[in-house]
């Protein structure tokens, strides 16, 4: 159903603007049009307030604009009404979009439990926030834990601690927080771990800027991916560099689609070759004679070569033929049968 957080019959990929919308309004109902159309499952925000997130001392962590004096005045800046995140709700179902926003206080919580989410995102820097874990779980829902920063130990107190409250599904998600992440340091084997250590969906929230990991991460077996996304390589923003834009993010959710498709219907080897025996015969070989031969002449290795098709006797019968006898006379090039041999009188 639109609208709704997913993992069981397909992964699920997100499609995440963050703060690409750079504050403004209509650049992010622009968002959820381009990433409805590249066919992605959700679309997700972040929804700041300042004064309940953040002290006019705080430093930034990449001093990139050029209008905000403070980290504080960029998060103000970044903020919308509660309608205004209810219209972009909104929009996103109409669009087919489950509709999420990573809370960054306990106002932007209950803000977003009033407007109406798919399910809650962790973002890495509040994993150990348990007073945040507490009130998503009490609102409900399925959870995505985000793991960018968090060493194991921290994880396994906050999947433990949303189990104990009773939250809704669970999916971990392996992410390094450097934007954009180098190849190198991605952690596909994370996801794997991820599946054993806490019995649960295993998703990457990949930071690379490219489809790749995420399409590796889905053959491993993640059932969620979340990817940035920019309108443009030529937007204004930090985590452009870390972004794939919408083509892109087509190609990721046909990659996706494809390999899920082929990971749920495992091939039986031997039978699809027996489906395949018509082919098998046009691109097989078989034995023919390379010379004239009259009536009872033994057949030598020197007699018989391979060519295709594979409708006679196959060419890797080619010993067992080595030393019968032609029933009848054959021309050179005759593609030979089961019919045309005799074997050689015994002693």
């Known amino acids: 159903m639109p609208g709704e957080l997913r993992w069981d019959d397909r992964p699920l990929v997100i499609g995440e603007v963050g703060q690409a919308h750079d504050g403004s309004l209509g650049t992010a109902h622009a968002f959820i049009d381009a990433i409805a159309a590249a066919g992605a499952d959700a679309v997700k925000f972040q929804t700041h307030i300042a004064e309940a997130e953040s002290h006019p001392s705080e430093p930034w962590r990449i001093p990139f604009s050029p209008q905000d004096a403070s980290r504080f005045e960029y998060w103000k800046r970044m903020e919308f009404t509660e309608e205004q995140w209810r219209g972009l709700r909104d929009h996103a179902v109409e669009a087919g979009l489950a509709f999420l926003s990573s809370p960054f206080s306990l106002e932007a919580v209950e803000l977003l439990r009033r407007v109406g989410v798919a399910g809650w995102k962790v973002a890495s820097g509040e994993v150990p926030n348990a007073e945040l874990l507490a009130a998503m779980a009490a609102a409900g829902g399925p959870v995505l834990l985000s793991s960018g920063m968090s060493p194991w130990a921290e994880l396994d107190r906050a999947v433990e601690q949303l189990r104990d409250a009773g939250a809704g599904p669970l999916a971990v998600l392996q992410c390094t927080s450097s934007y954009p992440v180098a190849p190198e340091e991605v952690g596909l084997n994370v996801v794997e771990e991820i599946g054993r250590r806490y019995d649960c969906a ?146």
């Open 202 to 347: 295993a998703g990457l929230s990949d930071h690379s800027g490219t489809i790749f990991p995420s399409l590796a991460a889905v053959a491993l077996g993640a059932r969620v991916i979340e990817v940035h996304v920019t309108l443009s390589r030529a937007m204004f923003g930090p985590d452009v560099p870390a972004s794939i834009v919408p083509d892109e993010l087509g190609q990721l959710c046909a990659g996706v689609r494809l390999i899920s498709s082929a990971l749920e219907h495992p091939v039986d080897k031997d039978r699809a070759a027996a489906e395949l025996a018509p082919m098998r015969r046009l691109f097989t070989r078989s034995l023919v004679t390379t010379r004239a031969l009259a009536a009872g002449e033994t057949l030598t290795d020197r007699d018989l070569a391979s060519r295709k098709p594979g409708s006679g006797i196959p060419a890797t019968e080619r010993g067992r033929v080595v030393g019968a006898r032609v029933r009848r006379a054959v021309e050179a090039g005759t593609l030979l049968h089961e019919d045309d041999i005799e074997p050689a009188p015994a002693g």
